[in-house]
């Protein structure tokens, strides 16, 4: 049991004797490994993308690449053979404990060692460019909502929530049945009797502690997430989450949850004029992501990494502090005393964690039920390391752990938790996937996945839904070339996964993007497919799939739409491409083979608008763009853009929603700053006529040149529009800001029939 903190007290005795050795970056006082996600990537911004003079033709014979062995190994120049990057199951806590250990050790290690190099490194002169400070470490579609309709009083159809798989429902802070709209606004869970229309008012509102983010609603049950107090720790992952809000467009954001402690609340609706609370369950860890299928309800929480749990854990030797950005004579101690003390460092921090408690590592977790018997409450959820999995790389320091619970009833929570990284899940109806980012410079090199000619990776956990047993079964994990840019850059069909991926970054010479195809093997996810080399020069903007057929968007001055023939797993094609101006960042699924598409228009130097479009596949080997829709000017954005949640197309009645910015000015200035609506957008939109606009609803007043608010400053990737939902019932639409409900007719926009405040 004990064999890994015996071999690490041995590599320490040999550090000691012999000195420590290591050319990685060096950490600032009190910080871990100097890299982090973000700094991969030190021009992702789209300014990057207008400096191109390349030719950004992306004729390439992509589909050259493809070749596939018969036994599942598919040919890649570059790759190498990937590491299994597989999970371990640990049977115990004993043992879970003592290879929690040894990732403590390992990291407390590497950092400390990374930490006495740079000041060896100052102390002969080597001050021309400092480490990096950024560290990890610091000494200190059914309707979602099946609620019973009243009577008469319901509509006799409603839009739903824009769910990626058809039956596996996503959380939002808004969801409707055909008569309420249920929303968290206020810190309140508010329920709106919404029909008929021009007489919806509130009927309920209760207080939800925290801040309340997300929620479903399934017949007389809210379920809502909460964000708590942020959770400051020495995993700068979880300190940047904190400001940096939810990441759904992964271009310029990783997924690693929001930075605070979760709260999951949930509510017996069954009287929506008086919900009552049913279950309270609080977490030391941040919500990462959740999906529904019927009445079960999958939460996936990510934890502070490891390290982080240490806070009396030190990093440099308190003798050194004064001296770590000092250069030569400033330096009062020789390398051979540096050494002695970084040893006798690493030394006190080995004994601190061998001798740390079990108690002291498991992620606290409170859960209480109230029950006609009395309240129940559960302590030890995690505590019994119940099916617990470690991933022999040490790729990642985080506990992850998916929590299932039947919403109709309060037995305890069945629990999966891997040691790992987390990143973007996507889950089909009968699997879930975590798929996590990876950089070569972040791990070592004996554990990289590929050689040394591929700089990122993504690893892909697989755990299987269990619908006659609690709880996930783990299945096994995959690892791909490159890096996934959201949950839309993977699909499962017949039981392979489908993956898009790029990688290096823009504006580098190498950026590529592969799409590859992973099959269950034996206990683990084995490539059966590749297409690689994927537009040069060019990265990811946006990716559907849609049964034996995927889309991928490329971009860097004009936007390919490559189509590919996924129908055999082991031979996929490209079979056509489509170059239009400018990108799309959401493909959304049409009925009779057509793509309805959000992004941005461009010319040779920057975005100039929003821009939507409808593309015909009929023709897989000739994608067709059919219709286009410019709104507006540079500077106009959409939440809908960046955020599939926003995107409200109701096929059954050819309306479209956005939420939208619109910003005009100076023809001569490159960015146009006047706020000229701020709202909702309503179209019409039919392959066979394309879009035609019905108006807007505002929800508020233009801008004037001597009253502006800087509405129009933000950035692609981050829009933050006023207006943030829309839900159809029959042909009125309910226009959703976070302070007021506006609902209009759809013949009639801009004069609202009801309005609903949302703040007292």
């Not at 319901?154 to 839009?159: I, P, T, V």
């Not at 799939?545 to 390919?560: H, L």
């Amino acid at each position: 049991m004990k064999k890994g903190i015996i071999h690490s007290l041995i590599v320490l005795c040999f550090l000691i004797v012999c000195g420590f050795g290591c050319s990685r970056i060096a950490a600032s006082p009190g910080e871990a490994d100097a890299s982090t996600d973000g700094d991969a990537d030190t021009d992702t911004d789209a300014d990057s993308d207008s400096d191109s003079d390349s030719d950004s033709d992306s004729d390439s014979d992509a589909d050259s690449d493809s070749d596939s062995d018969s036994d599942g190994d598919t040919d890649s120049d570059s790759d190498g053979d990937p590491a299994e990057g597989s999970l371990v199951p640990v049977p115990d806590c004993a043992e879970a404990w003592d290879m929690v250990n040894q990732r403590y050790i390992d990291q407390m290690v590497e950092t400390v060692t990374a930490n006495q190099s740079h000041i060896i490194a100052r102390l002969y002169g080597e001050c021309d460019g400092d480490a990096d400070s950024d560290s990890d470490m610091d000494s200190d579609s059914d309707s979602d909502s099946d609620g019973d309709a009243d009577g008469d009083d319901s509509a006799d159809d409603a839009s739903d929530t824009n769910n990626q798989v058809e039956g596996v429902y996503e959380a939002d802070f808004v969801k409707n049945d055909t008569s309420h709209i249920y929303i968290l606004a206020d810190g309140r869970f508010q329920i709106i009797d919404a029909w008929p229309a021009a007489q919806a008012h509130p009927i309920s509102s209760t207080d939800i502690e925290g801040v309340p983010k997300k929620m479903f609603v399934v017949k007389e049950r809210a379920f809502i997430y909460s964000s708590l107090e942020p959770i400051y720790s020495t995993d700068q992952a979880f300190n940047q989450a904190i400001w940096g809000g939810e990441c759904t467009y992964g271009y310029d954001c990783d997924f690693v949850g929001d930075g605070h402690r979760m709260k999951i609340t949930v509510l017996d609706i069954s009287d929506k004029t008086n919900p009552t609370k049913v279950r309270e369950t609080y977490f030391d860890g941040s919500y990462l992501n959740s999906r529904r299928i019927d009445e079960k309800v999958y939460t996936v929480a990510v934890f502070p990494e490891l390290v982080a749990s240490f806070p009396s854990l030190e990093f440099w030797p308190e003798e050194l502090k004064p001296y770590i950005w000092e250069c030569e004579e400033g330096i009062p101690f020789t390398e051979e005393q540096i050494r002695s003390l970084f040893a006798t460092l690493i030394a006190e921090n080995t004994k601190l964690i061998v001798n740390t408690g079990m108690g002291e590592f498991v992620p606290q977790v409170r859960d209480i039920r109230y029950t006609d018997s009395g309240t129940v409450t559960d302590e030890s959820l995690l505590e019994e390391c119940p099916d617990f999995h470690v991933s022999p790389e040490g790729d990642g320091m985080n506990l992850i752990t998916v929590l299932e619970t039947d919403i109709d009833d309060l037995d305890p929570y069945a629990t999966i938790t891997i040691l790992g990284k987390p990143g973007a899940i996507y889950a089909s109806k009968e699997s879930l996937y975590l798929a996590s980012r990876h950089y070569q410079h972040q791990m070592d090199p004996l554990d990289w996945y590929f050689d040394s000619s591929v700089r990122d990776a993504t690893t892909v956990h697989k755990f299987a839904f269990q619908p006659t047993a609690r709880g996930l079964g783990y299945l096994g994990t995959g690892v791909v070339k490159g890096r996934i840019l959201n949950q839309f850059s993977m699909d499962e069909k017949d039981n392979f996964l489908r993956i898009a991926t790029t990688t290096s970054w823009l504006p580098s010479w190498d950026v590529h993007n592969t799409l590859s195809i992973l099959g269950q093997g034996d206990g683990k996810l084995v490539l059966t497919g590749q297409i690689d080399d994927i537009a040069p020069t060019e990265d990811i903007r946006a990716v559907r799939f849609n049964g034996d057929v995927g889309f991928i968007v490329t971009y860097r001055e004009t936007d390919p739409l490559f189509v590919l023939d996924l129908a055999d797993p082991q031979a996929p094609t490209i079979t056509g491409e489509l170059k239009i101006p400018g990108f799309s960042t959401y493909l959304h699924l049409m009925a009779d083979n057509h793509l309805l598409t959000i992004g941005y228009d461009a010319d040779a130097d920057w975005f100039t608008s929003i821009q939507l479009q409808i593309i015909n596949f009929t023709d897989v080997t000739d994608p067709l763009l059919i219709h286009k829709e410019v709104i507006s000017t540079r500077g106009s954005e959409s939440d809908a853009a960046t955020n599939h949640l926003a995107f409200n197309y109701y096929g059954k009645r050819d309306l479209l929603a956005l939420p939208m910015i619109i910003c005009e000015g100076d023809p001569d200035d490159f960015w146009d700053s006047l706020m000229t609506f701020s709202g909702l957008l309503v179209y019409n939109v039919t392959t066979q006529d394309g879009f035609d606009r019905l108006g807007g609803i505002a929800h508020a007043d233009p801008e004037t040149d001597g009253d502006n608010w800087g509405e129009c400053q933000n950035w692609w990737t981050d829009p933050n529009t006023k207006v943030k939902r829309s839900v159809f019932m029959e042909d009125y639409i309910y226009s959703i800001a976070m302070d007021l409900i506006n609902v209009s007719k759809a013949d009639d926009l801009e004069n609202p029939v009801a309005q609903i405040p949302l703040i007292d």
